[in-house]
């Protein structure tokens, strides 16, 4: 799988958008970005993924970038609820079947009240 | 749904005992998932199967941890015998399809006395 680099951490306030960024230079043309969270003291939670087009779903957006090397999730208004660790993962698949996430350290984003 | 359950939620255990952790998953997903998280090493993945069938254990890290799915709704993480440095929690998670997004339970939190 190819190697993500984030910010170790992040804050933003309430009611504004965070925006995560992740780079992932080696991309291959298969691999698709993932982005989980984990709030503290729970399992991991799955919010988007996509491969080269942007996404939207009722969690978040998630915009790539046109070579692919970067990415960005977007959280257009950020709850107190959303201070959690932030995940972007770029996943390969082998052969017909799904191999499982490999995390990296992820981006602590803290909402401020 | 319920989501996928584990049992126990917390395991303390003296070394030297067998531990047996257990996994639900989603009914009707095909593929499950077991990752370890500790803080040094963060979120690792152990094994996963497919259709009941082990497909990658590369990541268990010993003889001492086994895992079997003897079918599609339960799945167990064996440990034994257990190590102060076996102590993490544990997650079990569920796909269904190709390029599914993983659905993770809520996690066993092991410590090895």
């Known amino acids: 799988d190819a190697k993500t680099t984030q910010p170790t951490s992040m804050d933003c306030a309430e009611g504004r958008a965070a925006n995560l960024p992740c780079n992932h230079s080696?991309?291959?043309?298969?691999?698709?970005v993932y982005w989980y969270r984990q709030i503290h003291s729970q399992g991991p939670q799955y919010i988007i993924h996509g491969l080269k087009n942007n996404e939207t779903n009722e969690m978040a957006s998630l915009i790539i970038t046109e070579d692919r090397k970067s990415s960005t999730l977007i959280l257009p208004h950020a709850t107190l609820r959303d201070t959690a660790v932030y995940y972007c993962?770029?996943?390969?698949?082998?052969?017909?079947?799904?191999?499982?996430?490999?995390f990296g350290k992820g981006t602590h984003l803290i909402i401020q009240p | 749904d319920a989501g996928v359950i584990q049992s126990p939620r917390h395991e303390v255990t003296e070394m030297g005992q067998e531990v047996t952790l257990r996994c639900k998953p989603i009914s009707g997903h095909d593929y499950l998932f077991w990752y370890r998280q500790t803080m040094m090493r963060g979120l690792e993945l152990l094994i996963y199967f497919n259709n009941n069938v082990p497909i990658d254990d590369s990541g268990m890290p010993e003889d001492r941890f086994s895992a079997k799915m003897p079918n599609a709704s339960f799945s167990t993480l064996k440990i034994q015998p257990s190590e102060p440095r076996d102590s993490a929690v544990y997650f079990c998670a569920s796909s269904f399809g190709f390029r599914a997004s993983s659905f993770f339970g809520p996690g066993t939190r092991l410590t090895v006395l």
């Open positions: 080696t991309i291959s043309g298969n691999e698709y």
């Open positions: 993962i770029v996943r390969a698949y082998s052969g017909g079947g799904a191999d499982g996430l490999t």
